[in-house]
């Protein structure tokens, strides 16, 4: 017996558009973007991350093929272009695919406004340029107001997740986490600290194993007054340590 060994796309050969063509023209039509960091699970109809998957996994097998590695004999690499596939669109980019995971607000009724800070929530995420690990952590200052929308603090760690797994750079990230709790707390003052390992700079390049990358960003009151940007900055220097 011989081992049908053709991408799964071939083997499927239905006829229709390549599913990550009809994607990318659904977001285009709705005059979106579809950089590495966006979420585009609003344009994915159901079913077609299984479909999007295996046409991963079609072109996977390909680059392995590229690379002069041969995935029929190898033992090693004969699954790796479904492992690599799944692993992508279901794990370290899920970001990208899935909904925002529902957060629960809470009015802020006891008109709590006194600096809060969570961390450090862990962060998995991956640089754009080379598709590498960042890993670390995230701290984050709230100063609410009587208006805020309080959440749970297993809320950060999901919402720090679904913004992390996907491609990006360190600075865009914390950006854009910045946003999505501004928009949905409303508090007074924001801010976030992320302390991360690049592997992209570890485990190529210079190869220097002690470099990591700490980037801020501050909002509201954490921009206005210094006094209570100096007690998360000196809170937070207590937790790093």
């Known amino acids: 017996m011989t081992r049908d060994d053709s991408p799964p796309s071939v083997r499927i050969?239905?006829?229709r558009t390549p599913v990550a063509d009809r994607i990318r023209e659904r977001v285009r039509k709705a005059g979106e973007r579809?950089?590495?960091?966006?979420?585009i699970c609003a344009h994915v109809e159901p079913g077609e991350l299984d479909e999007l998957q295996r046409e991963v996994e079609a072109k996977m097998l390909e680059v392995l093929r590229a690379l002069v590695i041969d995935t029929e004999s190898d033992h090693n690499t004969q699954d790796t272009a479904r492992r690599v596939a799944k692993m992508y669109l279901r794990e370290v980019f899920a970001g990208r695919y899935v909904a925002e995971p529902p957060v629960t607000e809470f009015p802020n009724v006891a008109g709590l406004n006194?600096?809060?800070?969570?961390?450090?929530v862990t962060v998995r995420s991956a640089c754009s340029h080379h598709l590498c690990p960042i890993l670390g952590r995230v701290w984050i200052g709230v100063m609410p107001n009587e208006h805020t929308a309080l959440i749970g603090l297993s809320k950060y760690a999901r919402l720090v997740e679904w913004v992390m797994t996907r491609p990006q750079i360190q600075e865009e990230a914390i950006a854009n986490l910045a946003e999505l709790l501004q928009e949905k707390m409303q508090p007074d003052g924001l801010a976030i600290v992320m302390e991360a390992d690049h592997s992209c700079m570890q485990w190529r390049g210079v190869k220097d194993m002690d470099s990591k990358m700490t980037n801020s960003v501050m909002r509201g009151s954490f921009l206005?007054?210094?006094d209570l940007r100096r007690e998360f900055l000196s809170l937070l220097a207590d937790r790093r340590g």
């Not at 579809?34 to 979420?39: G, T």
Request: without cysteine; charged residues 25%; hydrophobic residues 35%.
């Open 114 to 120: 006194e600096l809060m800070i969570v961390g450090p």
């Open 34 to 39: 579809f950089h590495a960091n966006d979420n």
């Open 13 to 15: 050969a239905d006829g």
């Open 224 to 226: 206005k007054d210094p």
